[in-house]
């Protein structure tokens, strides 16, 4: 890259360095900051950090973001700070206040205070982070601001063959989080020895609305698009409430991980507020991988959760994994017939198969020989160090199954194919799947009992039910009865009880409705419900 930064700028940088020369210029600002969230846009970050250092020598420059955070934590290349004077990593509020505070204080340069910030002293490239300042809280870290983005010139671009692909780039969200970090932190082939999983710090549920609300204002936009690693199930709950309550008309969809207190009522609830679709890792679709993936989930857990986002009218899209060290070619053909019947059950609508990476800050980049892999090399290079060769011992070419993963997934998405043998998908021999024809199904059918902790909340989201009440008689008995019909957007119903009965259900409704502060638990709920019954 850096000899291609020597070249002729391209037909491309032209129009991005002509965008940058007209903002530089109006602004005029003593400190450019570059975001490098991918090695995607590294090329376009360091051209311009080239063209401000060419031009306005006196412009200090840092880079921070998710490709430095991964990727440049063993920096010596010193020839980066021919392009940046920083290069900051993990969250960058505070490491950013310091470098505003000493080039705006002019503080002198041995009085100078940094936080995890790589910079060039004496040619060479040191690593500096000796202010005691603690990290912003997420509490503090305020509302993103788009101003000066020309939010509708952006391209739309439509990917029609995954449904979630399309959602991604079709369109423009406005991005929250409703937690710092992963509140799991677990899995063997995530980062999760990096802070930006490692520190799980939750915002609260109000305050995300209020974010929700202050983005909504100044973009005039009511789409959200949560980036959470994954989030947790019982923040989404209460900022859906929280939407609820203040009667707000918003689309939002996250990552999440398929545990199973995503029951049917939290994804209804979840649904009434505007969630409308979920990505999640079903990984290696194998319970042995996900075992030692500490996933905390199994296929069958996956499916139910699945199934109860479909039912609430949630897409859900499911993060494929193939490849993980010690897996056998078995497993990879097990784990396509469990995405398969998956798919044809109807509780998956989008995937994708992404091939195992060995990462540097992942349990099994760090362990790997506890993994069963053997890295290539233990060198460390100059600049990007993240993914790692490595040699599994199972010594299978998991790479050919790439295609065939990938076409049958492509036409499972468009609900056809599902009786095609798996062996019809690849090339080459493949044995026969040992998963049963109906595991899928029969994990959805073996449902659990209802089991309701005394703790739960319980709250109504519907409208008031129109009640009748009318004596109804057999062989001269007569009895005092209650028909009340619910409505809903889609549909009516009725029930019928008791007179006692229904007075009780139309008086509860109320009290645990969802525009009332007070919050009733399950034991709560049980325990007006015996007064009444005990005078029956
Ligand atoms: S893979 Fe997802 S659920 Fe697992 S630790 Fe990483 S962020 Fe958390």
């Known amino acids: 890259m850096y000899h291609a930064l020597q070249n002729e700028p391209t037909y491309i940088d032209n129009i991005l360095i002509s965008v ?31 063209w401000v250092k060419t031009n306005h020598p006196e412009i200090k420059i840092s880079m921070g973001g998710g ?24 969250d960058g509020e505070l490491p950013i ?39 912003y809280k997420q509490a503090d870290v305020g509302t993103p601001d788009y101003t000066g983005l020309l939010l509708d010139k952006y391209i739309s671009v439509i990917e029609i063959v995954n449904p979630m692909h399309r959602m991604w780039s079709d369109g423009r969200w406005n991005k929250l989080t409703m937690a710092h970090g992963c509140y799991w932190g677990k899995c063997t082939f995530c980062d999760i020895s990096l802070d930006y999983i490692k520190v799980y710090e939750p ?50 969809w996250t990552n999440i991980r398929f545990e199973k207190s995503f029951t049917a009522d939290l994804c209804l609830l979840l649904k009434a507020s505007g969630c409308i679709a979920v990505s999640g890792g079903l990984e290696v679709a194998s319970d042995r991988l996900l075992k030692l993936i500490d996933k905390g989930v199994t296929v069958e857990q996956v499916a139910k959760v699945t199934r109860n986002f479909t039912e609430a009218g949630i897409m859900v899209h499911a993060y494929l994994m193939y490849g993980y060290p010690t897996q056998t070619v078995q497993e990879t053909v097990d784990s396509l017939e469990m995405v398969r019947q998956l798919f044809e059950a ?21 362990y790997s020989e506890r993994f069963g892999v053997v890295k290539e090399t233990e060198t460390i290079g100059t600049f990007a160090n993240n993914d790692i060769n490595y040699i599994d011992k199972t010594g299978i070419d998991h790479n050919k199954f790439s295609f065939g ?12 194919c599902f009786d095609y043998e798996l062996q019809d998908w690849f090339d080459f021999k493949i044995p026969r799947t040992k998963i049963s024809a109906n595991f899928i199904e029969h994990a959805l059918k073996d449902d659990d009992h209802f089991n309701t902790k005394p703790t739960a909340k319980v709250v109504w989201i519907g409208g008031k039910p129109s009640a009748e009440f009318f004596t109804k008689s057999k ?29 009780w259900l139309v008086s509860i409704l109320e009290k645990i409705h969802i525009s009332n502060e007070k919050v009733f638990s399950f034991a709560e709920v049980k325990a007006d419900f015996e007064t009444v019954i005990k005078w029956l």
Not at 405 to 413: A, D, Q, R, V, Y
């Open 20 to 50: 940058l020369k007209d903002k530089i210029e109006a602004i005029q600002p003593k400190l450019f900051l570059i975001s490098v969230p991918f090695p995607g846009n590294l090329y376009s970050a360091f051209r311009c950090a080239q």
């Open 67 to 90: 490709f430095p955070n991964t990727e440049l934590r063993s920096l010596s290349d010193k020839r980066v700070f021919q392009f940046f004077d920083f290069i900051t990593l993990d």
């Open 97 to 135: 206040d310091l470098l505003i505070q000493n080039i705006r204080e002019k503080v002198p340069k041995e009085m100078q205070m940094y936080k995890r910030t790589f910079l060039l002293e004496n040619g060479e490239v040191i690593y500096k982070n000796d202010s005691f300042r603690k990290d």
């Open 203 to 252: 915002v609260q549920a109000r305050q995300i609305v209020d974010r929700i609300e202050d983005l909504y204002a100044k973009t005039g936009q009511n789409g959200f698009h949560f980036v959470d690693e994954a989030a947790p199930p019982a923040l989404m709950r209460e900022v859906a409430l929280e939407i609820i309550r203040r009667k707000l008309a918003v689309t939002w």
């Open 346 to 366: 109807g509780v998956l609508q989008s995937g994708f198969w992404h091939q195992f990476a060995m990462t540097a800050h992942s349990p099994v980049g760090m």
């Open 405 to 416: 993963l990938k076409k049958s997934l492509f036409n499972f998405m468009h609900g056809i």
């Open 475 to 503: 062989k001269g008995n007569t009895w005092e009865m209650a028909s009340l019909t619910f409505h809903d957007k889609r549909e009516s119903f009725t029930v019928q009880t008791n007179k006692i009965e229904g007075e």
